[in-house]
C-alpha cells in the first residue's frame, strides 16, 4: 500500500493542502488552533469542549494510502493529518473520501450532503446509513447581571443527524423526515415500527427503518 511520505507529495506536486486555519496564523504548530471572531480571539487550548472525537492523531487509511495519522474535526468538517512537525488538511478529493481508522474500525465517506461535499461516519455501507457529527462553537458571553455568571468560549457537540442513501440521494432518517418524504409508505412502516419495537434513538434501528424504506421504494 502506498505510504504517508507518497500521498504527501502527492498532495503538494496538485497544490492542495494549505497551513491556514479558522484564522490564518502562522506558526504551523498551532494550525487549526485559534479562533477569530469580530474582536475576540480565542486559542483552542483555552476554550471549554473540543471539535476532536479524540485529539489524538490515529493512523488511518485515506484511500490508497496507509499508515497517515489523522484526527477529525467536527467544527471545520476536516480531516488533519501531521507530517514532520506540521499539521494539513487533507483535500475533498474523490480519490480520497474513504477514511478508515485502522485501530478503531471507523469510518469515514465523503459525500454530497445539501449541496457540498461533507464528512460522514458509515454506519452500515451495505445498507447505506450515515452519521453527521457536528460541533457548534459559542463565544464568551460575559454576565449581564450578579445572579449570572460570564459564559466561557464553548465547543459544543449538536446532537448527530443520521442520513440514507436512497436512489442515489442522501436522506435523513428521522421521525419528521421520513413522514415528509415517504408518505405513501407511512401505514406499512408504522405496523413495521411496531410489530419490531423499533424506534429512531437507536442506530441498530435505524438500519432496519432504513432497509425498509428502500425495499418499499423501489
Given at each position: 500500500?502506498?505510504?504517508?511520505?507518497?500521498?504527501?507529495?502527492?498532495?503538494?506536486?496538485?497544490?492542495?493542502?494549505?497551513?491556514?486555519?479558522?484564522?490564518?496564523?502562522?506558526?504551523?504548530?498551532?494550525?487549526?488552533?485559534?479562533?477569530?471572531?469580530?474582536?475576540?480571539?480565542?486559542?483552542?487550548?483555552?476554550?471549554?469542549?473540543?471539535?476532536?472525537?479524540?485529539?489524538?492523531?490515529?493512523?488511518?487509511?485515506?484511500?490508497?494510502?496507509?499508515?497517515?495519522?489523522?484526527?477529525?474535526?467536527?467544527?471545520?468538517?476536516?480531516?488533519?493529518?501531521?507530517?514532520?512537525?506540521?499539521?494539513y488538511i487533507l483535500p475533498k478529493e474523490d480519490n480520497l473520501s474513504r477514511i478508515?481508522?485502522?485501530?478503531?474500525?471507523?469510518?469515514?465517506?465523503?459525500?454530497?450532503?445539501?449541496?457540498?461535499?461533507?464528512?460522514?461516519?458509515?454506519?452500515?455501507?451495505?445498507?447505506?446509513?450515515?452519521?453527521?457529527?457536528?460541533?457548534?462553537?459559542?463565544?464568551?458571553?460575559?454576565?449581564?447581571?450578579?445572579?449570572?455568571?460570564?459564559?466561557?468560549?464553548?465547543?459544543?457537540?449538536?446532537?448527530?443527524?443520521?442520513?440514507?442513501?436512497?436512489?442515489?440521494?442522501?436522506?435523513?432518517?428521522?421521525?419528521?423526515?421520513?413522514?415528509?418524504?415517504?408518505?405513501?409508505?407511512?401505514?406499512d412502516l408504522k405496523d413495521y415500527i411496531r410489530k419490531n419495537n423499533l424506534n429512531?434513538?437507536?442506530?441498530?434501528?435505524?438500519?432496519?427503518?432504513?432497509?425498509?424504506?428502500?425495499?418499499?421504494?423501489?
Amino acid at each position: 500500500m502506498k505510504n504517508l511520505l507518497l500521498l504527501t507529495l502527492i498532495i503538494s506536486s496538485q497544490t492542495f493542502f494549505s497551513q491556514i486555519g479558522v484564522g490564518l496564523n502562522s506558526s504551523p504548530n498551532s494550525f487549526y488552533e485559534s479562533l477569530y471572531f469580530k474582536d475576540n480571539k480565542y486559542e483552542y487550548k483555552d476554550i471549554k469542549g473540543s471539535p476532536y472525537e479524540n485529539t489524538d492523531f490515529q493512523l488511518s487509511q485515506i484511500g490508497d494510502y496507509r499508515d497517515i495519522p489523522v484526527r477529525y474535526n467536527s467544527y471545520t468538517d476536516s480531516f488533519e493529518f501531521k507530517q514532520d512537525g506540521k499539521n494539513y488538511i487533507l483535500p475533498k478529493e474523490d480519490n480520497l473520501s474513504r477514511i478508515v481508522f485502522q485501530n478503531r474500525k471507523k469510518t469515514y465517506a465523503l459525500l454530497n450532503l445539501e449541496g457540498s461535499k461533507q464528512y460522514l461516519e458509515e454506519l452500515n455501507r451495505d445498507v447505506g446509513l450515515y452519521k453527521k457529527n457536528t460541533t457548534a462553537f459559542r463565544e464568551f458571553k460575559k454576565a449581564t447581571t450578579n445572579y449570572e455568571q460570564d459564559y466561557p468560549p464553548t465547543f459544543e457537540q449538536l446532537a448527530p443527524k443520521y442520513y440514507g442513501s436512497i436512489n442515489g440521494n442522501l436522506v435523513e432518517i428521522s421521525k419528521k423526515s421520513v413522514e415528509k418524504n415517504f408518505s405513501k409508505q407511512q401505514k406499512d412502516l408504522k405496523d413495521y415500527i411496531r410489530k419490531n419495537n423499533l424506534n429512531y434513538e437507536n442506530e441498530q434501528d435505524l438500519i432496519k427503518i432504513l432497509s425498509f424504506l428502500k425495499s418499499s421504494n423501489k
